[in-house]
């Protein structure tokens, strides 16, 4: 993968040095938005002045030279590719064919969020994304993103290499979305709410892979096929995998009567999965928990590693083991006009959960006990609906939503209303009861350990051990209101209120801010019955 990237980055600099030509050609009528070198005007020639016989002389041997045949007329020119610079849309650097680009793209989003109900989430100002992309383009087959993201803890996002031979048939190799879900794989800077219905795990995230597409039958089917880690992004595990299984997904994306008609080409329906052999837990599919749709708050927090009692080098705990992890998604959709409305369901399962109590002196494991064994999963149902006041549509593809640009954007020279949309989502998230059974798992003592014994620094402790911690079922409804003032600016607003139907105080709940930095544990990961949320987004692009 090491490789990859150095690929990816040596591809990239040498189109920055094609990007850099020692000199720019003038351009005759530019098209808007394409830069262009002024020529200077031509020098003021001093008047004639009386020619001399050995000037005129002179002047007979240069005319005699004129007309001798050009020797290199026909050659090739070598000279420096010439480029058009255009800010549109971001910054592009592209040859005049349109044939090869490089493109520079930023992205911020600020957030306001403020929480009610029962909820202990601190109210929030936050950065919530910042994004840097670099898009190149090579000759019409090789395209190339590498994207930073910026917030919270830097990572490389997407760092991926897709040549194209075809419409029919690309290879992807690299960092990139896993292809699951419309909703998941809209890029955040078009999302339709400031947060989604669902997140990772039961979402697949970003992954390491290769990932074959391509549409056919006119692009009325997509199909999609990867293999990939199933460990996450280079973030999670800088090395690489965490052992020798990998992830395999597919999607078939279809829109049967493209080209149809306006009444029914806007039919869409999609079906996925993945399927991959596990080993451990992973930090970014598993030991997060699963995100509740106000971001600062969690469904369930995965609860199989847990430490009872440590003195630095005798470790007494739990942790748990997965056999296999399975995805499946379905979606149908339809939009005409400013109208759009969606239905998604998607489903994570686990096979063979174990969790065992260990007890390690330094890396040699002397205790290993069965504590129990669970199968299970957790499933996603959302419902959508959106409506542009001002008469704008959005599309849908193989690789999610897009917003549209104002018909009549707003902002300094523009006198238009922008682009307002308003929408409701409505979301069912349901996990299997028995995986937040539990067991209590007290520390090991010296007996347990036997004659030679190290010391026990768990003796006297306990824990509750359980693969998750939560809520069996938590409904969730939102309101939004749009305004996309042109194409650098958004603004999105978003009410959510989320609660559990069976809440019993003290067993199951939302688990309030457990996605949160508030620093009072007495309060933090509190189970309660409900939470809202109002939430303001200020999106900034370019």
Partial sequence: MNRTKESAVAIVALLALIALPSQLKAQTGPSPGVATVPVAAPEQQAPAQPATPEKAADEKKLQAAETKPAESKDKPKTGPIILEGIFKDGFTLRTPDKKSELQLKASVQLDSRFYGGDSVAPSSFDIRRAR??????????????????????????????????????????GQMKVQFSSQWLTLDNQVDFTERGSAEPIYPFFDRGILIWGGVAGQRVV?????????GVDLDYTKGDID?????????????????????????????????????????????????????????RWRTEQIIGTDGRNTDQIGGEIDSRTRLGGELTYKRGPFSASAEWAKVDWDDIQIFHDFYQGSKRLKHELVMTRDGGAENLSVWFSYFLTGEEK??????????????????GLPGKGAWEVLARFSSTETDALLFDTAKVRG??????????????????????????????????????NWTMNYNFRVLCTYTYLWVPDFVAGKNGIVSAGNSDLQDVTVKNTLVENEQMIALRFIFRL
């Fill in 444 to 481: 090991f003592t010296a007996a347990d350990l036997g004659a030679t014994a190290p010391p026990t620094p768990g003796v006297g402790n306990s824990v509750n051990a359980a693969v998750l911690d939560g809520a069996a079922k938590v409904l969730e409804a939102s309101l939004g209101l």
């Fill in 132 to 173: 840097l992309d670099f898009n190149a383009k090579l000759y019409d087959f090789m395209a190339i993103r590498i994207q930073a993201a910026l917030e919270d803890n830097p990572y490389i996002r997407n760092a991926f290499i897709d040549i194209g031979a075809h419409d029919s048939f690309h290879v992807r190799i």
């Fill in 244 to 300: 020798d299984h990998k992830d395999v997904a597919w999607r078939l994306f279809f829109q049967p009567f493209r080209g149809g008609g306006k009444a029914i080409e806007g039919l869409y329906l999609a079906v996925q999965g993945t399927y991959g052999l596990n080993s451990v837990p992973t930090r970014r599919f598993e030991t997060r928990g699963l995100m509740a749709a106000n971001f600062e708050s969690q469904i369930w």
């Fill in 395 to 412: 599309t849908l593809d193989n690789f999610g939503w897009r917003q549209p640009n104002p018909l009549n954007p707003w902002g300094p």
């Fill in 223 to 231: 199909y999609n096929l990867g293999v990939y880690t199933g460990a």
